[in-house]
Structure formats: C-alpha cells, structure tokens
C-alpha cells in the first residue's frame, strides 16, 4: 500500500505540473516531501504498511509534520472522522476506495500524459513541455519527426537535443555490476592521489543498495 500510495502522489505530482491549477507549486512540494518520506520509510521498513488512516497520520506526525486541525486524539484515533488534512485525504480515499479520484482522472487526461512523456527529454521540464504541447506536439515522436523534418519548428537548446539522441540510452538502468567496475576503477584513482576513503562514494541507488 506504500507503495501505492507513492505512485499515487507522484502522479499527482504530475498533473499539477501539467495543469498549474491555483497553488500548483505548494502542492508540488507537499506531495513530493510525501513521497520523500514514505520512500524513506519503506527502505528503512521494507515489509511496512498503511492499512489505516490513524497509521498515516501517526508516521507524517512522528516525522514533524504539522497537519493544523486534525481531529486526531492520542488512542483514541480517527475513528470514522475524515481527516482535513489534503494529504491524509488522499490516503484515506485510497485506503476506503481502493484508489483517488483525481488519480484515475489525471492518468486518461491527454494533456498531463503528454507533458509527462515530453518532460522525459533530458531539460525539459514542466514549463518547457506545456509550451511544445500547445504548439501542437504531444509526443517524443511529434518531437523527433518535426526536427528531422526539412523546415523544423522546435527550438531546442544544445543539451536538450542531445538528451533527446541519446533518450533511451539514458533511460537504461546501469547493471550494478558495471558500477562495481567503475567504483573499483576511481578507488585506485582517488587512492593514487592521496584522498582520503572517506571523501570519495557512488551515489544514488548504488548506494542505497
């Protein structure tokens, strides 16, 4: 359910981006800090889950997070009050229904589907994307089509352009074992030049394991 409830937020994430609606960059940043903490949550607690709202309440509450104007009492719960806070709201429509609406809604808008695929260009972000969209391009393949084109219309920057030769490429996952020969080759590197062992680590996912 974690889990869920992750994509679920990221995919909110997405259609603020897409749609800008009022308050769109506050909404951003509270559900990407939501995400951030049940991510680190559930890679600290693999086999943990949210089963119910008083869960989601208590671990955001644990985690400094200020939710003004819950109704939330110590051991008594939430019985069958509704929480006011947006974030326990979605996760308590999840839990009850099985899914958000707004969710479902966002994943057959064309408009947030196409942002989403067009941000997916190495530089392109939200603002980018939604001006190529409402120039007609809707797709990584309008994109490629049009400046292969004789007369292309899309003005994209150096770095954009590459990141979009090279986009599938870049989308691979790097097997961890190529990593383990890179991190094996800067040791000896970092070692010839005197630095310290501590100073030097592989980031990302490789580290997080």
Request: hydrophobic letters at 35%; aromatic letters at 6%.
């Amino acid at each position: 359910m974690i889990s869920q409830i992750i994509e679920s937020f990221q995919t909110l994430v997405d259609a603020a981006a897409a749609t800008k609606d009022k308050g769109w960059q506050f909404k951003i940043k509270n559900y990407q800090k939501a995400i951030k903490l049940l991510t680190s949550y559930l890679q600290t607690n693999p086999k943990a889950t949210i089963t119910t709202i008083d869960q989601a309440y208590e671990l955001f509450r644990d985690n400094g997070w200020k939710l003004k104007g819950e109704p939330y009492q110590d051991g008594l719960g939430y019985q069958d009050r509704k929480p006011k806070s947006a974030i326990l709201t979605k996760i308590h429509e999840l839990l009850t229904h099985g899914q958000i609406k707004m969710v479902e809604s966002a994943k057959l808008d064309p408009r947030i589907l196409s942002i989403k695929d067009l941000c997916r260009i190495p530089g392109v972000g939200p603002s980018k994307a939604s001006l190529l969209y409402e120039q007609g391009f809707t797709s990584i393949s309008d994109i490629r089509d049009n400046l292969s084109s004789a007369t292309p219309s899309i003005d994209l920057t150096h770095a954009q352009t590459i990141g979009l030769r090279h986009l599938e490429d870049l989308e691979k996952r790097i097997p961890r074992s190529e990593v383990d020969q890179w991190n094996t080759l800067l040791s000896k590197l970092t070692d010839s030049m005197g630095v310290s062992p501590d100073n030097r680590c592989v980031v990302g996912s490789y580290r997080r394991g």
